[in-house]
């Protein structure tokens, strides 16, 4: 077995673009999933601000039907009032107690009309609320519908790709294995700058794979040489020419 100094240029080349091939794989996995399991956080965010939204419409509900019930009874005592002291007119034996219960008697119309006022200010606010309530309840059950039919969605892709990821991933740790510490750390810090996860690219048309820059025909001479590895000058892609990736 050739030991890490025996190691060549061209074989150091394959191994990185190999890597590079299973870890290009694992990211079209990551593709497939797509973006369900962002849309599933997003949806369980938003199905938890709805519930919030509900709970808190409720609560509103029932306080109005409460203040609701304040007035009537208010109205209720007012009545009952109104009755005594209508009666005690019948019993009173001069102007001065007549005029006290006159103004008694005004006092609980004035109490009567103004609780009937406020009865049906809350209960506009009740239909305004349970207005609300009926939409936001309705677009939370859509919302923890469309929530399910994801969840189903990505658990059926998962089960494709989970066991074929976790059989790539011990691949990639395999091969890592095989690269010196020294380029493996330039691989990633490359591959974790560019959204495509590419750091090894070939030559395709004169130009890099990875960033599409023209790469000049004395630097492709030196790739294909394999003497040293060559990395574009524009992105910083290991590059490896065509001949190599076919073996």
Do not use: W
């Not at 919030?52 to 019930?69: C, F, G, M």
């Not at 969840?151 to 790709?161: D, G």
């Not at 740790?173 to 959204?195: C, M, N």
């Amino acid at each position: 077995m050739a030991t890490t100094a025996e190691i060549t240029i061209e074989d150091k080349l394959k191994q990185l673009y190999a890597l590079q091939v299973i870890d290009s794989q694992i990211d079209q996995l990551q593709v497939l999933k797509g973006e369900l399991p962002m849309e599933v956080n997003d949806l369980e965010d938003e199905i938890a601000g709805l519930s919030t939204r509900v709970s808190k419409l409720e609560t509103a509900i029932k306080d109005l039907e409460v203040e609701k019930t304040n007035h009537l009874n208010k109205i209720k005592e007012a009545e009952i009032l109104s009755e005594r002291y209508k009666k005690k007119m019948d019993e009173v034996k001069n102007n001065r107690e007549f005029e006290a219960l006159t103004k008694e008697l005004e006092f609980q119309e004035l109490d009567i009309k103004l609780s009937t006022k406020k009865i049906k200010g809350t209960e506009s606010n009740i239909e305004i609320k349970q207005e609300s309530l009926t939409n936001a309840q309705e677009k939370l059950d859509a919302k923890k519908g469309d929530l399910e039919n994801k969840k189903v969605e990505l658990e059926k892709i998962k089960e494709k790709t989970d066991k074929e990821e976790i059989k790539l991933n011990k691949k990639a740790d395999k091969q890592r294995k095989t690269i010196d510490e020294g380029h493996l750390k330039s691989y990633d810090k490359v591959r974790g700058a560019y959204r495509n996860g590419l750091a090894v690219a070939t030559v395709n048309r004169d130009s890099c794979g990875g960033c599409f820059n023209k790469v000049p025909p004395q630097i492709q001479l030196e790739i294909g040489m394999r003497k040293q590895i060559i990395t574009c000058e524009h992105c910083g892609r290991v590059l490896v020419d065509s001949t190599l990736v076919e073996k």
